[in-house]
């Protein structure tokens, strides 16, 4: 069953979530075809994509498709499935991955599954894992149509490197200009070295960290354990850090391999976001903190004291 693969980047770097998709998309097809719409991007990093199992690469290259207007980008993927013969995309379960996919699914009349974290069971028929009610359940659910959309969630796949360099081909759509009525004026790019939604390893404070000020602390860990910065919702709202850290139900959701809330009660709000990470670290004074029984670790301590001593010890131990 062959299988298309929706790619996205970040300043002109495929990002890991669609590298992730590609492992996922070549263990169900071994010629799994990728799909990059837009002009800011270099061949070299399309060809890479066949180091973790892309067949081919076809590459959309028209700058109308460098803002990620989505109704252009579904009508570019449903051409494009329909043109290679695919009854299967597969996408990162991103900000822009997640639209694309309900937009696409519309056109295509689609099966659609989200947050996907295993491979299709299809002994009999199609099913596929998702986790659902923010990380805290699984459901199994069947995909009856002819074309079906999985919404890969990150981590959720190993990240594997087998294969080569794969051929970019240019891939030409007559693009429909009633596709391009919505309008993007402007756009906010998160900053930082590490960029949150794709960090392996994110620092995340709370009120108790006091204040703005004492945000250095943090952010020194962060460096030395090459992870990002985020923080609770009451922070963002306090305007102690910026409004793309918040993590939450009403923020970003994350799935970091590692999640260190330092000063943070774990209110279930924020629960919601951080439920698919690997390992949960909780450093918080009050040891009947709620967030202490989500953690796989936790350390009931004051932490001034105890953010400091860690930091110096991962760095000790470099």
């Known amino acids: 069953m062959s299988v298309l693969v929706f790619i996205e980047s970040s300043d002109k770097k ?3 979530t669609s590298q992730e998709a590609v492992s996922f998309a070549a263990a169900i097809d071994k010629n799994a075809v990728a799909i990059y719409l837009g002009s800011d991007i270099t061949t070299e990093e399309l060809e890479a994509l066949g180091k973790f199992g892309a067949g ?8 109308k498709l460098n803002q990620g207007v989505i109704p252009a980008y579904a009508t570019v993927i449903s051409e494009a499935m329909r043109k290679t013969d695919s009854k299967i995309l597969v996408l990162a379960n991103s900000s822009l991955g997640a639209p694309v996919a309900a937009r696409t699914a519309v056109k295509l009349n ?12 299809t002994s009999t028929g199609f099913r596929v894992k998702r986790s659902i009610y923010t990380g805290k359940a699984f459901a199994v659910t069947e995909l009856n149509n002819e074309y079906k959309i999985l919404a890969i969630r990150k981590n959720a796949v190993q990240l594997t490197e087998s294969g080569s360099k794969a051929p ?3 891939f030409s759509v007559d693009l429909n200009p009633a596709d391009f009525a919505l309008k993007i004026t402007g756009t906010d790019q998160a900053s930082g070295d590490v960029l949150l939604p794709e960090a392996e390893i994110v620092v995340s404070g709370g009120r108790g960290m006091k204040g703005p000020e004492n945000w250095g602390m943090l952010e020194e860990l962060a460096k030395e354990l090459g992870a990002a910065t985020a923080c609770s919702k009451p922070v963002s709202d ?12 009403t923020g970003l959701k994350v799935g970091p391999n590692l999640y260190i809330a330092i000063g943070i009660s774990g209110a279930i709000q924020h629960l919601a976001g951080v439920n698919s990470s690997k390992v949960i670290v909780v ?12 953690a796989d670790y936790g350390i009931a301590g004051d932490a001034f004291e105890v953010v400091p001593k ?9």
């Open 14 to 16: 495929v990002k890991k």
């Open 56 to 63: 081919k690469v076809l590459h959309v290259n028209n700058d």
């Open 110 to 121: 689609a099966s659609l599954a989200s947050n996907v974290t295993e491979l299709p069971d």
């Open 168 to 170: 970019v081909e240019t």
């Open 238 to 249: 306090m305007e102690w850090r910026p409004h793309h850290e918040h993590v939450g139900q």
């Open 283 to 294: 450093i918080n004074k009050d040891p009947e903190a709620p967030f202490f029984k989500a």
């Open 310 to 318: 860690l930091t110096e010890a991962i760095r000790a131990s470099k």
